[in-house]
């Protein structure tokens, strides 16, 4: 059985730490690229990073680039996304999502339709 399981999330205030976790389960790990995004009440679902797990490449959204970090633990076959300076725009609700393209992914970043599994999410919410 597939599993994308995310952790990590709570209340933090501006300017704050988080690291969620995406721990997965039943498939190939290496084979695939793990993705970040997020939903915030009333807004679409927004990517906002990629690992690659074969060669550990990495991308990143504007919206979080120089304050997001995501790394593997290829071992424990878990992503983690560090999030420094958090703002209340970073409210959300944040999945993680697993590719079995990850080629496509320089060309297709974002696209849902590259990515076969999702996990079932965790919140985050920044309070000001």
């Known amino acids: 059985e597939v599993q994308l399981v995310e952790s990590g999330g709570g209340l933090v205030q501006a300017g704050g730490s988080l690291r969620l976790s995406c721990a997965a389960s039943?498939?190939?790990?290496?084979?695939?690229?793990i993705g970040w995004f997020r939903q915030a009440a009333g807004k679409e679902r927004e990517g906002i990073s990629y690992?690659?797990?074969?060669?550990?490449?990495?991308y990143y959204a504007d919206s979080v680039k120089g304050r997001f970090t995501i790394s593997s633990d290829n071992a424990k076959n878990t992503v983690y996304l560090q999030m420094n300076s958090l703002k209340s725009a970073d409210t959300a609700t944040y999945y993680c999502?697993?590719?079995?393209?990850?080629?496509?992914?320089?060309?297709?970043?974002?696209?849902?339709?590259?990515?076969?599994?999702w996990g079932q999410g965790t919140q985050v919410t920044v309070s000001s």
């Open positions: 999502a697993a590719s079995n393209v990850p080629w496509l992914l320089r060309i297709w970043r974002f696209n849902s339709g590259g990515y076969r599994y």
């Open positions: 039943g498939f190939t790990f290496g084979d695939y690229a």
């Open positions: 690992i690659i797990i074969s060669d550990g490449s990495t």
